[in-house]
């Protein structure tokens, strides 16, 4: 069920658009907000609220790339993988924060404090290579960087 | 002060990168243009003239004349309210990240050229589209938002003009394909962001249905200063036939990766060795792309090509995004071409054939290729491939984007390709 919050912070978004489907996208996001993460429960409760069907609103939520319909960990390690960021040592990065932290893209650690992700270009390409915790940019890195950038997420 | 050292976009940018405030904004000069076109009695049409007459060309990557798409827009009594603005703020194409600098430092300045051209083209309702990873541009533009609001620079009827916008901040779900003008009218509108078979186009049929104009940040950004200063001035401060000046940048292994504000028509050996301080100690440069992943690669010898729409292209590439992505000779070709081609390939709305199934099949030789799995052949077969790319046999410009740096890579660094093919490895690992 969605929450009586969720709820009025869907509605105030739709109120901008003639149609109510139009604030998926939103709702989407609103809810992964506060529960983390898009479950086929939540996914059914925002179809329903919207008058959408599930397999529609699943279309959509699997589009984008910032929606997760997996559980991801308390923090979310976004590290760009664009052609700046590559040619500054992205392979390198990637590879220091995999063995720190003992996961591949996609997975979550075991302690469910991080999930690692790949994100297309930061707009940071000045300061590459750049990734993003959670809504913090971090950008110049080396193996060093992380490990101090990380140590901020408990 | 001359005409090669202004820097309108830029110069009110708090050097410490913190928010300029209205106040602020306003002591430099801000918000003059919307009281010289809502109180000084300048029509509708006449706001559109002199930007067309100011020749200022869409700084998103496809450079079309802003006044005359805005000229498209039916105007009047008759037409069915409502009619949109939309500013494309989905800054996703790799190596581009100027847009970022204009939300963050100085959002009025957008906001204000969005209220001119709402006006221009008779809006009643505006949205940012913006990528959801630009965290700091969001809290940034809705601060600003709201104190536009509370000065009446937006809501009913403004500065008692009569004319009334409403402009929303609409945070993306995040997709490369969300920055075509038509997929991401889809987004906005709830969907998956696939393109719209054209025509009908966007200033007629647009969002839900109506007439829109989307706008690039940097393109609104320049409109409050053509409407201060005149579209002759504006036209004067390029250096070639282009107008205005450019937000171009740098990246990749040169000394100084930067974004400086430069007169249109300034020359990439000017970017790349004063601003950028050339490439790093020990390093030669090979080529760059111009302006970000969907701009074909070029040489040492087009280095003193000025950067604008038409010179580049006469070399064979493009201004697109004009913050060029520089490769170095430590830096694999065909590594490179490989990363470009996976994001184009991972980006792909998943619609047209040419896009979906050739870029895979692309991205799957480049992959064998640098893995030391290369085969004779692929190189023909990459260019058989991206021949099928073309601008008319896609919706939309990503595969043809996606063709430029294959095929120009191949074009200049055949041998490299031919190298990994016949070492049976990557020289560079």
């Known amino acids: ?154 | 002060m001359t005409a090669q050292t202004e820097r309108p976009l830029t110069r009110s940018m708090r050097p410490d990168g913190s928010f300029l405030d209205l106040p602020s904004y306003e002591q430099g000069g801000g918000y003059q243009a919307i009281r010289k076109v809502l109180n000084g009695g300048m029509e509708p049409k006449a706001v559109t003239a002199e930007v067309k007459a100011s020749n200022l060309r869409g700084r998103g990557g496809a450079g079309f004349s802003a006044g005359s798409k805005w000229s498209f827009v039916p105007l009047g009594k008759d037409v069915p309210d409502p009619t949109y603005l939309v500013v494309n703020a989905d800054e996703m194409e790799p190596g581009t990240f100027k847009d970022r600098l204009l939300l963050e430092r100085n959002p009025h300045q957008l906001i204000e050229g969005v209220i001119v051209a709402g006006y221009a083209i008779e809006a009643d309702i505006a949205f940012i589209f913006m990528r959801g990873e630009y965290t700091l541009a969001a809290q940034r533009v809705e601060r600003a938002i709201a104190e536009a609001y509370e000065r009446h620079y937006l809501g009913k009827n403004i500065l008692n003009s009569g004319y009334s916008l409403e402009l929303y901040l609409h945070l993306s779900g995040g997709r490369y394909i969300c920055g075509d003008e038509t997929g991401l009218l889809n987004a906005l509108e709830g969907k998956r962001a696939n393109p719209r078979s054209k025509p009908p186009f966007p200033p007629v049929v647009g969002l839900f249905g109506k007439p829109t104009i989307v706008n690039n940040v940097e393109t609104l950004s320049c409109v409050p200063h053509i409407i201060d200063n005149g579209a002759e001035w504006f036209r004067r401060l390029g250096r070639t036939n282009d107008a205005g000046t450019k937000l171009f940048g740098a990246s990749g292994k040169v000394k100084r990766p930067g974004l400086w504000e430069l007169p249109m028509g300034t020359t990439a050996r000017e970017i790349l060795e004063e601003h950028a301080g050339g490439m790093r100690d020990g390093l030669r440069f090979r080529g760059l792309m111009p302006g970000g992943a969907s701009t074909d690669f070029i040489l040492e010898e087009h280095l003193d090509t000025p950067m604008d729409f038409s010179a580049l292209e006469k070399v064979g590439s493009r201004l697109g995004t004009g913050t060029m992505i520089v490769l170095d000779d430590q830096t694999c070709p065909v590594g490179m071409t490989w990363n470009l081609t996976h994001f184009f390939a991972q980006e792909s709305c998943g619609f047209c054939t040419p896009c979906w199934s050739g870029l895979g099949w692309a991205e799957r030789i480049l992959k064998s290729m640098e893995e030391g799995r290369g085969q004779s052949g692929q190189i023909e077969k990459l260019l058989s491939l991206s021949a099928m790319w073309k601008p008319g046999d896609t919706f939309c410009a990503l595969a043809p984007g996606a063709a430029e740096p294959l095929q120009s890579a191949i074009k200049y660094f055949r041998a490299d390709f031919e190298r990994h093919i016949s070492e049976h490895r990557c020289p560079w690992s």
């Open chain 1, 1 to 154: 069920m969605l929450s009586a919050e969720e709820i009025k912070e869907i509605d105030a978004e739709a109120a901008r658009y003639p149609k109510r489907e139009a604030v998926c996208i939103d709702a989407l996001r609103i809810v992964q907000r506060h529960r983390g993460w898009i479950s086929d429960e939540s996914l059914r409760d925002i179809a329903g609220h919207l008058g959408m069907s599930a397999a529609d609103v699943d279309g959509i939520a699997t589009f984008y790339n910032l929606i997760y319909r997996k559980p991801v960990g308390r923090h979310v390690i976004m590290i760009c993988d664009s052609v700046s960021c590559w040619i500054m040592g992205y392979d390198r990065m990637r590879k220091h924060i995999q063995q720190r932290l003992a996961i591949q893209p996609g997975q979550t650690t075991a302690d469910g404090r991080f999930t690692l992700l790949p994100i297309v270009c930061l707009g940071c390409c000045d300061r590459a290579p750049a990734m993003m915790v959670d809504g913090d940019l971090h950008g110049d890195l080396d193996s060093q960087k992380i490990d101090s950038a990380l140590e901020n997420y408990a």
